[in-house]
Every structure is written in C-alpha cells, then in structure tokens.
C-alpha cells in the first residue's frame, strides 16, 4: 500500500509545544516522515499545518503563505522572551503613557507598518545563526547581532483598548514574530509590552481547510482531514502530460510543450488520469522536471 502524504491542520491549544504536538501525530498515525509548516509558540494556539511523506518536499512550492493572528498584547510590560512564558517586568509609570492613548493615534501606528517591515529577529526565537537556534545562544545570557529581514505586513486592524490590553488582527508573510510586531508598534509611543494572547486563524493557502484537535486524531480516522498535494499547490497550474510524456520526465528527459505558459514558470504535472506525479518548470518550449514524486 502505497504511504499517505499531504497536510494535516491541527488546532494547537495553549501550554504545549509544536514538537510536543508534532510528536505526538506520528506516534498516533505512525507516520515517520513529518514536519512543520510554521511553528507556534507554547502560549500560542490556533492553526498549525503538519505536512508528512512526499508532501515535505512541496513545501518550498507554496505559491503565498500569509498569516492571520489575533493577538493580544498587555502595554507597560516587557518580558525577556517578549510573551508571559518568562517573568514581566511592570512600568508603573507608563500608566499614564496608555490613558492617553487614543484609537485615532492607534490606528494611525499601525498604519505606518503595513507593507515592507524589516524586522529584527528575537534572540528566543528558532532563528538559526551558526547553524544553532537563536534560544540557545539567549539561554546562554549570550546576545548574537542580527540582521533586519524583511516581512511583510499585509493588514494590521486594531480591535480594542481596554486598559492596558491591545487587541488586533494582523495578516503577515511568513517568518513574521509577532512578539517583536508589537514591540516594535509599542515603541512608537514609549511604551513597553508583551505579547498576552496569540491565536492562528489561518494560513495560506489552506484558507477554507478544516481543523482538528490532536486529542482527535487516530489511526483510523486521520485520512478524512487530508489536504492532498495537489490541492496543497492549487495555486499552480496544472499541465496535463500522457503517460509516455511522463515515463520521459521521470528519466530526467525534457518534453517539448508549445503552451502560453511564462518563461520559467513552474506547473503541476498531471497524466491523463489525474494524477499528480510532482513538479516542472517551463523553458524555450520544454517542460523539465524539477521535482516528481516516488514512483
């Protein structure tokens, strides 16, 4: 029987880890071949894809993987880990700073950050430098230079103010750390904060997949929540090949293709019966094969 591959979505509730999670799928499925696509902090919930068997090497082909959060945020508070996993620190004195605050001045913040945002990595983040995550070197009390990288900031709506907690709605490009997002807002008035709440709501381009709880998943009933490859890739046109043509791409043979595809554009290859057997890319008329699956 040939193994299952594709995406499974899980809804990560608060006080574990994603590895914790990620563990406990394969030892339920006992699917070997398994990772993550978009890791969660242990405070964090909501929506955490786990990609297994030939579906890992299609995770690069993603066409757009926005993430939408809703994030809640306590201001006059700073954490060394930038959430409530490490011990708060309080500013008594930026009491006032946040009375003040208006949602006219708060909507205008975070209008400045939407679009390209270069942001510094945390050092308690996975963030690798030397071939070690960031939290290694932090646990260490050890401070690694990092460079700004660029994210991207689709929408940044604001929810609510009550107190000291900011409520929003933020689309990112992945890579995004939202604990640094709202420090980095918060500091525009000169204020300290820390992330209080974090809930996925989704991720592109599983946008209308359904979710499960890991308590719910069993060997026997895991199939049903399957996201296939090619649906995982729906974004990429399908290219329909016979079988011969295929047979010819499988033995690293290019077939000549006179389609209105761009130049370097990556498809779907499909046969005739709908099957997908990976991933091609055009060029001067030909369709090479850039990634196919087992055969």
Not at 210 to 235: G, R
Request: charged residues 25%.
């Amino acid at each position: 029987m040939k193994a299952l591959s594709g995406v499974i979505l899980i809804e990560k509730h608060k006080f574990v880890t994603s590895n914790e999670i990620l563990f406990i799928f394969k030892r339920k499925t006992n699917i070997r071949k398994a990772g993550l696509m978009g890791i969660l902090d242990p405070l964090a919930t909501g929506v955490l894809p786990i990609v297994f068997g030939e579906a890992t090497k299609y995770i690069q082909y993603i066409q757009h993987d926005k993430k939408k959060y809703k994030i809640k945020s306590k201001l006059g508070v700073f954490s060394e880990c930038g959430d409530f996993e490490s011990d708060q620190i309080e500013y008594e004195h930026e009491k006032e700073t946040i009375s003040r605050l208006n949602n006219d001045t708060i909507k205008s913040t975070l209008k400045t950050f939407i679009g390209e945002y270069m942001q510094i990595p945390p050092m308690f983040s996975s963030t690798k430098f030397k071939g070690r995550p960031l939290y290694s070197y932090a646990r260490k009390n050890i401070n690694i230079e990092r460079k700004p990288k660029k994210r991207i900031i689709y929408d940044l709506h604001f929810i609510s103010l009550e107190n000291d907690i900011l409520e929003m709605s933020v689309t990112c490009s992945s890579g995004t750390y939202i604990r640094t997002l709202i420090q980095d807002i918060s500091e525009k008035w000169n204020l300290h904060s820390c992330l209080y709440e974090l809930h996925r709501t989704n991720v592109e381009p599983f946008d209308s997949c359904t979710t499960i709880p890991i308590d719910k998943i069993e060997a026997d009933n895991y199939q049903k929540y399957i996201i296939s490859i090619p649906d995982m890739l729906h974004k990429l046109p399908k290219h329909s090949c016979e079988i011969e043509e295929v047979d010819k791409l499988y033995n690293g043979l290019p077939i000549e293709q006179h389609v209105s595809i761009d130049e370097q554009s990556l498809c779907l290859i499909m046969d005739v019966e709908n099957t997908c057997h990976g991933v091609g890319i055009y060029k001067n008329n030909y369709l090479y094969p850039k990634r196919l699956m087992k055969r």
